[in-house]
């Protein structure tokens, strides 16, 4: 596996020993080899330094998963900039915030997508921000001669990139990572997956996420394709995958879901090849596993990870792993990654017992972009406080429970969304499922389900829906109150349950009751 002490010498280093291998491939495609990912990107980075882009400077870039996305961050990084990947999900309030906030020289956008004027967005926060140029990209980027380049930076432990993540506050809050963190993170990924030269991974989630940053590290370590994909199209997604050989299909529940329904509708393998399903994103249903187990029997099935923006990829299951632990955990941690769990009364939570996940590891964050958010995301010790609730078991193994926050508080009992949702994905009924707190008169708040049906079957009814988690030993004060039947469950590029969305949705309406 390739070392590199930035994102620009592991770009060299691996075009000058696998010029000729593909790189990636997308939904079109359309191709490009290692070589020709180098040579791009020089061109392009000489382009942006005609515009004034230097070492130091902030680019915000906003574009979907194209090759295109790749050779801009090779491009930047290049000239040693520093630069603001954005989700297409994020609007003019929170692009605009990253802008100002970043002190970004350069906003890189397509015209549309999506059904989405981004030019507009983009000329508008301009306006607003003297200084700020933008750059529009629709599959093309502009090129120059690099022959006039300045020398490439040298070391990976400067700010170069600004990841914003929403969360409990009201901005969205910008984690400065470096080369190094991110590489950390990719080299542990790939050692838990064993990625070679050989594999093909589906690159089917945003890739402005720090997931797609990444696995575009851990390409270049280990000279594995990327299969790209602007968006997820069910249909479209299973066909290329297929024709691609795809090995390694991520990347979370939601796509796990449809891999596993396209194969259960056909006769024949879809996935010939796949050896794996990485996960991530959110927690998945323990049931899933075994389900794809199941259907791709030649695969070590979900093969999923748990981390946050501001520190990828903690823990991640191996290849390697028991199947019962691969079923019910997040993984180990990956290396050099120390965790401690913390429960509610301060005390460090024993094997088998609950409690915050809190974490120091070589790809954490070095802070907030704005460092008064710092005080609260550290802990005395140092350690990172995820807000995410876990157990870990005898081999050290993390299992997600919940969220400090995803606690549902009914009648003074602490309820977990997490436990619910595992036990209804079991009904044979159940296709995806949310768990929900609703502000309620009588308890405080009460718990409502909200389901989508699984392909074949009929709508669950609240009093089977009753019954089925009683015979799961589910205590009563657990069984939801209201159960809402819809077609899809919001969620967001990445995978997460849009909660927020569901508790508007529902708040002004009438439970069920039991």
């Known amino acids: 596996m390739l070392e590199g002490r930035t994102l620009w010498e592991l770009v060299d280093t691996r075009a000058t020993l696998s010029p000729d291998a593909r790189m990636a491939v997308d939904e079109s495609g359309r191709e490009l080899t290692f070589a020709g990912f180098r040579d791009r990107a020089e061109r392009t980075a000489a382009a942006l330094a005609e515009r004034g882009i230097g070492s130091g400077d902030v680019v915000t870039w906003q574009l979907p998963t194209w090759l295109e996305s790749m050779v801009l961050v090779a491009a930047i990084a290049r000239l040693g900039a520093t630069q603001n990947p954005i989700l297409h999900i994020y609007r003019e309030r929170e692009v605009g915030f990253c802008v100002r906030q970043a002190g970004a020289k350069l906003l890189v956008v397509p015209s549309s997508f999506a059904n989405f004027d981004f030019q507009a967005m983009a000329r508008g926060i301009a306006e607003r921000n ?159 596993h075994e389900e794809m187990k199941e259907a791709f029997p030649n695969s070590a099935g979900i093969l999923s990870g748990y981390g946050l923006t501001e520190a990828p990829i903690l823990t991640m299951a191996s290849v390697d792993d028991r199947d019962d632990d691969l079923a019910n955990t997040e993984g180990s941690p990956m290396p050099g990654v120390v965790l401690k769990l913390v429960k509610t009364d301060g005390t460090i939570a024993a094997v088998g017992e609950e409690g915050e996940v809190r974490a120091k590891a070589p790809q954490l964050m070095l802070g907030y972009l704005d460092p008064s958010l710092n005080d609260e995301a550290f802990d005395e010790e140092g350690y990172f406080r995820t807000g995410d609730l876990g157990v870990l078991n005898e081999r050290n193994m993390l299992t997600i429970t919940g969220r400090l926050k ?81 077609d899809t469950i919001p969620r967001n590029p990445a995978g997460k349950i849009l909660k927020r969305e569901l508790q508007d949705r529902y708040r002004d309406s009438q439970p069920n009751r039991r």
């Open 130 to 288: 003297p200084g700020l140029g933008v750059l529009l990209c629709d599959r093309s980027l502009p090129e120059a001669d690099p022959s006039s380049l300045p020398p490439p930076p040298a070391s990976g432990q400067e700010v170069r990139w600004l990841f914003y993540t929403s969360g409990t506050t009201a901005d969205p809050k910008g984690a400065q990572h470096t080369d190094e963190t991110i590489h950390a993170v990719a080299r542990g990924m790939a050692e838990r997956l064993a990625v070679t030269d050989a594999d093909r991974n589906a690159l089917a989630f945003p890739f402005p996420h720090i997931g797609g940053i990444t696995w575009l590290f851990t390409s270049l370590m280990t000279g594995c394709q990327n299969i790209l994909f602007q968006a997820f199209v069910p249909d479209q997604v299973v066909e290329v995958l297929g024709k691609e050989g795809v090995t390694l299909a991520g990347s979370g529940t939601v796509f796990h879901q449809v891999y596993l329904a396209a194969q259960r509708a056909s006769d024949t393998p879809i996935f010939p090849q796949v050896r794996g399903f990485p996960g991530g994103g959110a927690p998945k249903p323990p049931a899933l």
């Open 406 to 486: 995803d606690i549902i508080i009914r009648k003074g009992e602490n309820i977990s969304a997490k436990e619910v949702e595992d036990h209804l994905y079991k009904h044979p009924k159940v296709a995806d499922v949310a768990v929900i707190g609703l502000p309620d008169p009588v308890s405080g708040e009460r718990v409502c389900a909200v389901v989508t049906t699984a392909e074949g079957e009929e709508p669950l009814a609240f009093d089977e829906m009753v019954e089925f988690l009683k015979g799961e030993g589910l205590m009563m004060i657990k069984v939801p109150e209201q159960l809402e039947i819809v």
